[in-house]
């Protein structure tokens, strides 16, 4: 058995001067430190056969077991088909599929023989196609559902990233891309786990004599006894580093010929094609007079698509009424005046403003990221003495977790507001 031992009480540390600021309350409300005796075997893993919180049976399994069960049982499940797979190739003298696709016989050549050969050939190579998009995407919802600093440094990449624009250079930033993913992944988990609260000694944000909002702490997701680090967000990081892993072998299967042979290249055009040459050099049938099903959808998504996301960007710009919203008007109308005819001119005339506004939407979401400061961590000065620049730059703490204080029953009343502004965001990256 671990003895439990308590640490000092905030009273006593005061008059020492271990703390210079008054937290105190807080302290013996939330801190681990002094609201039970400390058990170090949690610490180090340590579970109880039962959790007294929970109402389960005497003989139920805690929690962390149950995941541990669940990732052997998974990973069991994984080598059985890998096995079973290679007996039965072996058995029947089959070789492996080169791409290790799900339908063997689809390739780039059935493209467009069909609706069905069309969507068996995205189930084979549908991340091979549009991998890099879902990693940029993936980035911006990181970003999104986090609002701290560590989103703030994924919005600095994905800003280096869509400068870099080609695929080309960005293929080659990638593998750094995925270490500093994984690097940071791994500090973050040893932030979440924080120092041993055995040894009663709290952390120098808490104890310096420069007063430090638990709000703030929360941001810069540092380790804190009192406000302890969101485990979850390593989720979202998580999924991320799983996407860019994944692309990153996509970087590396564009250059073998095999691959591409059955795939297709993922080669950009020339931006220097107008709509004549690039209709004399596609390979792709004309669908336009809509012989199929798939000529079908192929009308419906480059015909009205354009429109489509004109409809979102005017969505996004009228949703929320902040000086954000004054950039997606403006790009609204400058596409609604050009209308189709933008279609038709080269393709660098037609990229231009696409690229300014994915670029501008990028800006948006780290300038709201950052803004996230004022928004989450000093709501309550700022709704005292600055309410004006809340409503200018339409700042509302959209993240759980946070300690408004006072003014937790004015953002109710704002609640509406506020999830405007989260659909507001989930158009901006449909929009992106």
Not at 12 to 26: S, V
Not at 72 to 84: F, K, P
Not at 401 to 412: E, P, S, V
Request: proline share 5%.
């Amino acid at each position: 058995l671990v003895p439990r031992h308590t640490c000092l009480s905030p009273q006593r540390l005061y008059q020492n001067g271990t703390y210079y600021h008054d937290n105190r309350d807080e302290l013996l409300q939330k801190s681990v430190l002094y609201v039970a005796p400390v058990d170090p075997a949690v610490w180090y893993g340590g579970f109880r056969k039962c959790d007294d919180s929970m109402p389960l049976p005497s003989d139920a399994i805690s929690l962390p077991l149950q995941n541990h069960l669940t990732i052997l049982g998974l990973m069991a499940m994984e080598v059985t088909v890998h096995r079973h797979q290679l007996f039965y190739r072996t058995q029947n003298q089959l070789i492996p599929p080169i791409t290790g696709s799900i339908f063997e016989s689809v390739t780039r050549e059935h493209l467009d023989d069909g609706l069905l050969s069309c969507i068996k050939y995205f189930f084979n190579y549908g991340f091979y196609k549009f991998g890099l998009e879902m990693c940029l995407l993936a980035a911006v919802n990181v970003i999104m559902c986090r609002m701290d600093f560590f989103a703030f440094i994924h919005a600095c990449w994905l800003i280096y990233l869509l400068w870099l624009h080609r695929r080309k250079a960005m293929a080659e930033v990638w593998p750094r891309y995925c270490c500093f993913l994984a690097c940071i992944l791994a500090f973050q988990y040893l932030l979440c786990i924080g120092f041993p609260p055995a040894f009663c000694k709290d952390y120098p944000w808490r104890t310096s004599r420069w007063s430090v909002h638990s709000n703030f702490i929360k941001w810069l997701y540092l380790p804190d006894f009192a406000k302890r680090p969101e485990a979850t967000f390593l989720l979202y990081d998580f999924l991320l580093l799983l996407l860019a892993s994944l692309q990153c072998q996509v970087f590396e299967d564009e250059n073998k010929v095999r691959v591409r042979m059955q795939a297709g290249d993922n080669m950009e055009i020339s931006y220097e094609l107008d709509p004549a040459a690039l209709n004399q050099y596609s390979p792709v049938p004309n669908f336009v007079r809509c012989r199929s099903y798939l000529d079908m959808a192929k009308m419906v998504v480059f015909s009205y698509h354009f429109w489509f996301v004109l409809c979102l960007i005017f969505i996004t710009g009228t949703t929320q009424i902040s000086i954000f919203c004054i950039g997606y008007l403006v790009a609204c109308f400058y596409f609604m005046l050009f209308g189709s005819n933008l279609l038709l001119e080269p393709v660098k005339n037609i990229l231009r403003p696409w690229d300014y506004l994915i670029a501008y939407t990028v800006l948006v979401i780290a300038m709201k990221n950052f803004l996230a400061i004022g928004a989450c961590a000093y709501l309550e000065k700022l709704l005292g003495n600055h309410c004006w620049l809340i409503h200018t730059f339409g700042m509302f703490c959209t993240i759980p977790g946070y300690d408004l204080g006072k003014w937790k029953a004015n953002m109710n009343k704002l609640e509406g507001r506020t999830e405007a502004s989260c659909d507001c965001r989930f158009r901006q990256i449909f929009c992106y």
